[in-house]
């Protein structure tokens, strides 16, 4: 009896942490709410990136080359955050050179935030050779019409 209770909480012990650790993100039930809750899309290319001090926050320096979603009164700025680590949900695998379309929760005119359980825009609305928009997406952003207010970051 005993060893099964050790054996119990040596296993809890053993697989707490990591579950707590691990980054779990909230589903969008529809494409509306998940372009909704997004309050800025750009296609961009990583022109650097870099680790804080602390190495807690990784910084990427980004060039616009299309906007597509930008909060009211804010210019997307170039510099982009997310977390190091992935159970912390940051997004730390973009090769700089590349371009890609992003989008992310968080924008002001001093900083863009990143994370894994970001939204991201379908496939299917993306000319992925060109890595442009399609004209359904046109269609998509219209047919949403007005977002409900986003709390402001
Ligand atoms: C954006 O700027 C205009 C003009 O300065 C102002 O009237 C409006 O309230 C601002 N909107 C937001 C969301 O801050
Ligand atoms: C962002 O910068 C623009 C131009 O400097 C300014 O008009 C606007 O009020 C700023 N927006 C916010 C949310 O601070």
Redesign the pocket.
Known sequence: MLSIIFLSSLILFLTLPSHLESCSCMDFPTEKEGYCATSWISKVKVVSKETDGLGLMMSYRLEHLKVYKA?????LPEVMNTATQESACGQTHFKVGKQYIFGGSAA??DSLLITFCDWRVPLKYIDEPKLEMKPTWQKFVDSVGKCPALP?H
């Open positions: 909060p009211e009164n804010v210019t002001s005119n402001t």
